[in-house]
């Protein structure tokens, strides 16, 4: 089946720096989504890509979608205490039926303040 | 306005209860999903309803049973589970199946 490697695993940061982490899989995907989640609550939908090559923002959070279709990352500026969570790279393909996504494992981030 | 509603925020249950989860959502949306996710992993998918139709059961145990009542409510019916049920209890819609999926809040289910 499809697998979507997602790294770094876990990252330890200082407040301000700078995040990035990314999505690569065997398979070519025509949508990549970036999700966010607090302890206890449900995925927040961060970035939704759509095109190869597509680079979006939203607020401090920047995500692109490779031009190979094969992978994506998220970049987070100046990271702040609240930006702590579990990120997820999601993907899914043309051929999927009903809108299945592929997960990938999850990068956990922690900010030192 | 993306929002999924779940009830109830949190569930405790013996293995032979009866219990459901509800979920609703007022986005007018065509698809409805259930995912189970266990903690620090990605949610894994159970059911996928369509046009209020059940699309796809991923071999989920008989125990679990869905329902899709109207296009707005999503029911998960609880019976006979087990310890290894406890997880949190994931409902999402997007407007089509296929398309951008938004997450509710979620259930948080012990089992004992």
């Known amino acids: 089946g499809q697998q979507l490697n997602q790294s770094p695993q876990s990252m330890f940061i200082q407040e301000g720096e700078d995040v990035s982490m990314n999505c690569t899989s065997s398979?070519?995907?025509?949508?990549w989504l970036w999700y966010k989640q607090d302890p206890g609550e449900g995925p927040v939908l961060l970035i939704a890509l759509y095109k190869a090559g597509e680079l979006t923002s939203n607020g401090r959070l920047t995500a692109q979608f490779g031009i190979t279709r094969k992978d994506s990352f998220l970049n987070i500026s100046a990271s702040i205490p609240s930006d702590v969570g579990i990120y997820f790279c999601?993907?899914?393909?043309?051929?999927?039926?009903?809108?299945?996504?592929?997960f990938g494992q999850g990068t956990i981030l922690t900010v030192h303040p | 306005d993306t929002e999924v509603t779940q009830t109830p925020k949190h569930l405790v249950m013996g293995m032979t209860n009866k219990k459901s989860l509800k979920c609703e959502q007022h986005m007018g949306h065509r698809a409805m999903y259930w995912y189970k996710q266990k903690a620090k992993k990605p949610p894994e998918l159970m059911f996928v309803y369509s046009y209020e139709k059940l699309s796809i059961n991923e071999s989920v145990p008989s125990r679990f049973s869905p329902e899709c009542p109207n296009s707005s409510l999503l029911n998960l019916h609880l019976h006979a589970l087990q310890p290894e049920d406890s997880a949190l209890y994931l409902c999402?819609?997007?407007?089509?199946?296929?398309?951008?999926?938004?997450f509710g809040p979620g259930t948080r289910l012990l089992v004992l």
């Open positions: 999601a993907g899914r393909t043309s051929g999927t039926s009903y809108g299945k996504l592929t």
């Open positions: 999402a819609s997007s407007r089509l199946a296929g398309e951008t999926q938004y």
């Open positions: 398979s070519i995907f025509n949508t």
